[in-house]
């Protein structure tokens, strides 16, 4: 074989595991967030079904599922530390097609749960044991899938190639609100709060074999097998826990407002402003699509004018947005047609920091601690600003009165995340 003939092959072949990695990566991730997606979307239902015994307040309801939500997000860390580890020492691979795994189990059992009515107080105990497994996967899926989808990335492409992982977010969100939307929509009120709710986590079955059958034809990513080679045995020491701590400050304001305009948001038009449940999934689905439209844009930018540009954009204008678009919401002259674009709008300034943040989250870390250095940053991060944040806001406006918390809340943590973004490098990604 000529060495041109050979170079081509060598550059299909690359081409060929590339996109496999990329597909392999993301499903899962995919995965994850429709799944959290719709258990935020049917958090009334499922407060009722599972946390409201008889003569129980609905808000005090509400406010346990939060805190069922907070929990799983609190053990990702846990999940990140041990898949991580698991992931650094024998492969990406084997630790991705063992965490999809999992999260497919135990979401599909949730489809499957007795209620409260059925089994009384064991009932959030079991919802409450699911969520926990599904935190454990969770916390092991982020940081393996970016560390394959960029270590196979070509180079120059690292911040387009993790932009993936965010727009599967997206996907997922969207598919879970589509899928909510649709269900809301063929059956009545009591069919859907009385068995239509468990359809959506069934449906995770499928999918999640789907994605296992991919992982199962994943390769092994080239960055870890030189590693394996070397034999080097690094833990991670105070410089990759500084880091750790780095990179969850950038990412928090990402974590916070995300969750916040894109998942908190149905509960919270419903319970605040009075909206009607298929309002508030509208909403959701156009926050969604604005969220979705700038991430692999963001990602293919941050390449090419560096990480820390594209990212302080999305932050400061979270900062500066975020309580003249609620006040749009809350506005009942505002035309229907100016909020749409106002939660679009929301949406796509999340996406400007979701883009390139899986890119710089892995650039942080050597191979040998990758998965675990920028997992359990970013499981950090969503454990405290995501998991918390319906939580604090429900209980927040609980307490205060104030409709205003969660413009606040987003505000707040972009500012600060504007700061740990200002420590980053301007390198170009590469």
């Not at 020492?89 to 999260?103: S, W």
């Not at 064991?122 to 969520?131: G, I, Q, S």
């Not at 909206?275 to 969604?288: H, M």
């Not at 047609?337 to 870390?365: I, N, R, Y």
């Amino acid at each position: 074989m000529s060495a041109p003939a050979h170079d081509s092959d060598l550059r299909a072949a690359r081409s060929e595991h590339s996109r496999r990695a990329l597909f392999a990566g993301s499903v899962g991730n995919f995965i994850e967030w429709y799944e959290f997606g719709v258990y935020g979307y049917f958090a009334t239902i499922i407060a009722a079904r599972f946390f409201t015994p008889e003569g129980g307040s609905e808000v005090e309801a509400l406010v346990k599922t939060y805190a069922s939500f907070a929990l799983a997000f609190f053990f990702r860390p846990v999940g990140a530390a041990l898949f991580g580890r698991l992931g650094d020492r024998i492969g990406r691979r084997p630790v991705l097609i063992l965490v999809i795994a999992l999260m497919t189990a135990a979401t599909t059992l949730i489809g499957v749960l007795p209620t409260y009515a059925t089994v009384g107080a064991l009932a959030p105990w079991l919802l409450t044991f699911l969520r926990v497994l599904q935190g454990l996967s969770a916390g092991g899926e982020f940081g393996g899938a970016v560390s394959v989808m960029t270590e196979f990335a070509p180079p120059g492409r690292r911040g387009l190639y993790g932009s993936w992982q965010s727009f599967t977010v997206a996907l997922g969100l969207l598919a879970g609100a589509g899928v909510a939307a649709l269900l809301a929509t063929v059956l009545s009120a009591g069919e859907l709060e009385g068995w239509g709710w468990r359809l959506p986590f069934l449906l995770t079955l499928p999918l999640g074999l789907g994605a296992l059958w991919l992982r199962l034809r994943l390769d092994e990513t080239p960055s870890f097998e030189r590693e394996r080679q070397r034999r080097l045995e690094r833990p991670p020491g105070p410089d990759v826990a500084r880091a750790i701590a780095l990179g969850a400050g950038r990412i928090m304001g990402w974590a916070a407002a995300g969750y916040t305009f894109l998942v908190v948001l149905p509960s919270y038009l419903q319970s605040s402003l009075n909206a009607t449940f298929q309002q508030a999934l509208l909403a959701t689905v156009l926050a969604n699509l604005g969220f979705a439209a700038t991430i692999v844009p963001a990602g293919w930018l941050s390449d090419r004018i560096g990480r820390r540009p594209v990212m302080l954009t999305g932050a400061v204008l979270v900062t500066l947005l975020a309580i003249p678009l609620l006040n749009l919401l809350q506005n009942t002259g505002t035309s229907n047609a100016v909020k749409g674009v106002a939660v679009f709008v929301a949406g796509a300034v999340v996406g400007l920091m979701a883009g390139p943040g899986p890119a710089m989250l892995s650039e942080m870390f050597p191979t040998s601690v990758r998965y675990t250095g920028l997992g359990l940053a970013y499981a950090l991060s969503n454990a405290v600003f995501s998991g918390c944040a319906g939580l604090i806001i429900t209980e927040t406006i609980k307490r205060t009165g104030s409709v205003d918390i969660p413009a606040y809340y987003a505000a707040a943590t972009c500012a600060v995340s504007v700061l740990a973004l200002a420590t980053l490098r301007t390198e170009k990604g590469s």
